[in-house]
């Protein structure tokens, strides 16, 4: 059965670094999000990306989050200077269009020191 | 605006006996609405899911839920838990069907207990 892939699975960063998050969602679909989940929060909505480009964000999706899907396959989230409140679980989603489930992948749980 | 209200943080049953955890739900519209499943390092899994057919809604792994628009909730039930059942749940909702381009409203999340 297809799997939404996320990597990596951990990743420490220091307040003020770029990241980069990884995720290879299932390959028919054709919508693609953003999750992310606070330790001891929430599941909260990022950001939702369709035909190339963002469908919708959230008020959490400022200036310093952007989306891209270089390649076909992979859809990264980039944290242009990490702030220690980034510290969290992100989690990646895809679906095959409105009205289907949306699949999630394990998460990247990033730590910011 | 939409919100989801999980009315208890932990739940704790024996196995067998039936599982209960509460959701209730406000939507500006007609709303879709979920409940995910996520064991320990996995991703989230999509038990069942309610978008205006029948208002109980069966799942996967014998769990099943009923919406009642009138309570504005939308609980999660099992007749008799296993030990595997143990994991957190998300009651999920969205006010397009599956969510299709627009973002998906979590509630904080049950943690159930399965005692042996």
């Known amino acids: 059965e297809p799997e939404v892939t996320q990597t990596p699975s951990h990743q420490v960063t220091q307040m003020g670094q770029e990241v980069i998050l990884r995720c290879v969602p299932i390959s028919n679909h054709l919508y693609f999000y953003w999750y992310r989940q606070i330790l001891g929060q929430k599941v909260e909505f990022l950001v939702s990306f369709y035909n190339n480009e963002i469908s919708e964000k959230s008020e959490i999706f400022d200036d310093q989050f952007s989306v891209e899907r270089p390649d076909g396959s992979n859809f990264t989230l980039k944290i242009r200077s990490t702030k220690l409140e980034d510290s969290a679980m992100y989690f990646c989603?895809?679906?095959?269009?409105?009205?289907?489930?949306?699949?999630f992948g394990p998460g990247t749980r990033l730590t910011v020191l | 605006a939409q919100s989801v209200t999980q009315l208890d943080s932990h739940v704790s049953v024996s196995e067998g006996t039936p599982v209960l955890l509460r959701c209730n739900y406000s939507s500006s519209y007609s709303p879709s609405l979920f409940w995910y499943v996520q064991h320990p390092n996995k991703g989230l899994q999509l038990l069942l899911k309610y978008t205006s057919a029948a208002t109980l809604v069966k799942g996967i792994n014998g769990f099943e839920a009923e919406f009642k628009k009138s309570e504005t909730s939308f609980h999660l039930t099992k007749p008799s838990a296993h030990m595997s059942d143990a994991a957190e749940y998300f009651c999920?909702?969205?006010?397009?069907?599956?969510?299709?381009?627009?973002?998906?409203?979590f509630g904080k999340g049950t943690h159930l207990i399965i005692q042996p």
């Open positions: 999920v909702v969205s006010d397009r069907s599956g969510g299709g381009a627009d973002g998906l409203t």
């Open positions: 989603a895809g679906s095959g269009g409105p009205g289907n489930e949306q699949f």
